[in-house]
């Protein structure tokens, strides 16, 4: 089991400010550190260079990112779903100029965009459409794609393991895989054991997050069923931690988490670790 931690808990940007905290996850004992590809304006030169400090220090790297109104795949309009797939292109394209496994997050979809209904066939046939050539792509980059069910607050299309099943058989490629987050399973899944289950063969990233946003294993996340679950189909792929620093403007708004979580961003990373060894130590 490889175990990560996400850069969001310091800072939601990859540049050259951004590598001491690539030390301080090397430190904490993490084998992965998580980049966050946010600012569409991010350099190619500067993911090589991250890639070349990681490799100094011996860490895998994942990345996440997200997907814009402008750049929604359910769009009728067939302009900003073009925009959408070159921008998931351009993502690719600096997670591998970084070494990343795999790019993560909720990418068939705008995150926080609504229509006041549930998800029509056409916009299911256009999202899979689009992220299917996005898949082709990724593919020739040697670059895993992880797409992110989330909770029905944050996005209407994809909410659960149900759903995400039928996205990546639609999708049918084989970089194309599941981002279990047990932060959304915990609000949407009546039984994580069985949505587990479900998504047996099709989960390749995993988000460990608490209820609350807080510490792993300080709250409510089914974490025994969570663990036993993955252990039972075998899950041997990444397991990172994503958590957001308080003092990240953009961040705070989009998560809507107004109260501190942490004493400081270090401590919660070492809990965190440490939790996660644990509950694998006994389930796997």
Known sequence: MKFGMDLLLWTDAVDETAFPVFGKIKEIGFDIAELPLFDRATRPAV???????????????????????????????????????????????LAAEAGCSTLAGPIHSAIGAFTGKGPAEEEWKRSVEALRRVAEHAERRGVKLAVEPLNRYECYFLTGSESACRYIDDIHSPVCGVLYDTFHANIEEKDVSEAIALLKGKINHVHISENDRSTPGAGQVR???????????NYDGPMVIEAFGAQLARITAATKIWRQMFSTQEQFARDGLAFMRKMAKRYF
């Open 47 to 93: 993911m090589r260079a991250a890639g070349k400090e990681l490799d100094a220090l011996k860490l895998g790297r994942t990345a996440v990112t997200v997907v814009s109104e402008n750049e929604n795949l359910l769009s009728p309009d067939a302009a900003v779903r073009e925009h959408g797939v070159a921008m998931l292109k351009r993502m690719v394209d």
């Open 223 to 233: 974490w025994e069923k969570t663990f036993a679950a993955l252990a039972k189909i």
